[in-house]
Nanobody, 124 residues
């Protein structure tokens, strides 16, 4: 089972950029699709972006398309989320999690092993 540690969050003005990292332990990291999710106060976890095991395919929720880019480095057991042109509504705690064959929405609703996440706060 993967152990995941998120980092890179912070306070940024609207229009700014951040790069999140998710470091994984475990030799099977390279076999998993990986996703980034976020949880705003009072809301459920929401899928943000996903990437296939080899980086060949990427997936984004509509609200971040063209602004966020997910990537991975399997040699470093790390997945990244480059966030540009941040908006106030991007404020949330961001988490990473492995994908499942049931899809990203299933991960958002059913995953139980969330890490500590990393806080992203966008100010006006």
């Amino acid at each position: 089972q993967l152990q995941l540690v998120e980092s890179g969050g912070g306070l940024v003005q609207a229009g700014g950029s951040l790069r999140l990292s998710c470091a994984a332990s475990g030799r099977t990291f390279g076999t998993y699709a990986m996703g980034w999710f976020r949880q705003a106060p009072g809301k459920e976890h929401e899928f943000v972006a996903g990437i296939s095991w080899n980086g060949g395919s990427t997936y984004y929720t509509d609200s971040v398309k063209g602004r966020f880019t997910i990537s991975r480095d399997n040699a470093k057991n790390t997945v990244y989320l480059q966030m540009n042109n941040l908006k106030l509504e991007d404020t949330a705690v961001y988490y990473c999690a492995p994908g499942t064959p049931r899809g990203w929405a299933a991960v958002a609703s059913d995953y139980k092993d969330w890490g500590q996440g990393t806080q992203v706060t966008v100010s006006s």
